[in-house]
């Protein structure tokens, strides 16, 4: 200090705070009135030796401990500092001035406000002061599988299905089902799906779902799914009805099946007796157990379905073929042809139909039923029914016989020429098989200069 009562510049930057009239000034004072403080000789200016540290009480611009420093003012050749210089908070202007991570971060803290309703007494870090060895269990790690949902099983488990009523291979099923995680959890949720898709089809996919649940019984299926499996389907029996009004025979029946396969034990169907409410639900037990307490009831049910498709004979087959074509002829109602090979359940097998019906058109011999047969054909061409290849297969195979059909129709040549130009031009027979139409010459038995007169015989 100055013998004439003024703060060095020296003194001042050092220190960093006065205390004028018994007021301390730690930084927080105004310009205007530091500096008449100090231009005022009559006043009288101490030294305070420890520098306060101020508080932030905001963080707008131009305030003071904001950590920015103040400007510098002259005021008669002399600078006074309006802030402190080694301020220890953040100099970037930015920030609330709150502890950081709510309080629940750094060395020594108690963590974030209501951490402590969670805490389960238990202490697993060694090097906390709270473990005890003596009260810890060992670890267990499990492998957990997600929960598949009612959406997400039918997406993968529907189309497995339907694939398999193409296929009819068991073992691809089983390993695909194997293969997705969380379908192993609804297992009976398979079986109950497998019989709900067959309800809607016919008695070959009702044969393919029994075989389908016998295989799978002990590899994939247990028997308490396949009971709890029959068992949600006999609760929901009433809306199923609604639906598919013999529902409650077919469930019978694959209830029989299931019995009869050795994949559902008999006391199933007796657990029933007596707590049944819903007509429907009796009705389905009710036909299982008739169909099991028949004579030799357990070998008849092996055919409870049938034998249709490629399991019935052939010549079962080709009579219903030609019967299909007889009245076809007889009625014209293509459409109704049509129900009744599709019934048959051979697409592999139409071949045979293509054949009979240009047998029959050669031994019929007339322009009506040639237009007739050539409709029909065309019709199943264009929806696909008949495929191309079934298509040329039966024209071929009656291209080979014709030497046998000569025997009972001597023009069938001509009458095949016919009926195989008639399809070429609506398109129902290709180029490349209309290229093999056989084509038989004419004989002559006697000279054409002979004017028909049969030679004598000259006697030697």
């Not at 002990?218 to 598919?244: E, P, R, V």
């Amino acid at each position: 200090m100055t013998s004439n009562g003024v703060i060095s510049e020296e003194n001042f930057l050092q220190n960093g705070e006065v205390d004028i009239e018994n007021d301390e000034v730690n930084g927080n004072i105004g310009e205007d009135e530091m500096v008449s403080s100090i231009d005022s000789p009559s006043k009288e200016i101490r030294i305070v030796r420890k520098a306060k540290r101020f508080h932030r009480q905001n963080s707008g611009e131009g305030q003071p401990g904001n950590g920015v420093l103040p400007n510098i003012k002259q005021n008669n050749n002399k600078s006074v500092i309006l802030g402190l210089k080694n301020s220890r908070k953040s100099r970037d202007g930015l920030g609330r001035g709150l502890a950081k991570k709510g309080g629940a971060g750094g060395k020594g803290t108690w963590g974030a406000p209501g951490d402590e309703l969670f805490e389960d007494g238990s202490c697993r870090d060694a090097k906390d002061p709270n473990y005890d060895s003596d009260s810890q269990d060992e670890y267990v790690v499990d492998s957990v599988e997600p929960e598949m949902t009612q959406e997400e099983f039918m997406k993968v488990v529907e189309p497995v299905l339907l694939e398999y009523f193409e296929h009819g291979d068991t073992f691809e099923v089983e390993q695909t089902l194997r293969d997705h995680v969380g379908v192993k959890e609804k297992r009976a949720k398979v079986l109950e799906l497998a019989v709900n898709l067959a309800l809607d089809r016919k008695a070959t996919q009702r044969e393919m779902t029994s075989v389908l649940i016998s295989d799978l019984y002990g590899k994939f299926l247990l028997q308490k799914d396949i009971s709890l499996g029959f068992d949600d389907m006999l609760n929901n029996l009433a809306d199923l009805t609604i639906d598919a009004p013999d529902a409650p025979q077919i469930m019978g029946q694959f209830i029989a099946r299931a019995v009869a396969d050795d994949c559902l034990a008999p006391k199933f169907i007796s657990s029933y007796k007596g707590k049944v409410e819903c007509p429907h639900k009796q009705s389905a037990l009710d036909k299982a157990e008739l169909l099991l307490s028949r004579k030799h009831g357990i070998v008849r049910l092996d055919n409870i379905w049938g034998t249709g498709g490629g399991i019935r004979p052939v010549k079962f087959l080709i009579k219903q073929m030609v019967l299909l074509l007889k009245e076809l002829l007889s009625s014209g109602d293509i459409p109704e042809a049509t129900r009744c090979l599709q019934d048959l359940e051979v697409p592999h097998f139409h071949h045979e139909l293509v054949y009979e019906a240009t047998v029959m058109i050669l031994e019929d011999s007339t322009e009506r039923a040639a237009h007739r047969m050539c409709d029909l054909l065309k019709s199943l061409a264009q929806s696909v029914i008949i495929t191309p290849e079934q298509m040329a297969q039966g024209f071929r195979r009656v291209f080979d016989s014709m030497p046998d059909i000569c025997l009972d129709v001597p023009n069938a040549y001509s009458l095949l020429e016919r009926f195989v130009t008639m399809c070429h031009r609506e398109k129902v027979v290709s180029s490349d098989v209309f290229q093999e139409l056989p084509l038989r010459g004419r004989k002559r038995f006697v000279s054409e200069g002979d004017g028909g007169r049969i030679k004598p015989q000259v006697l030697s």
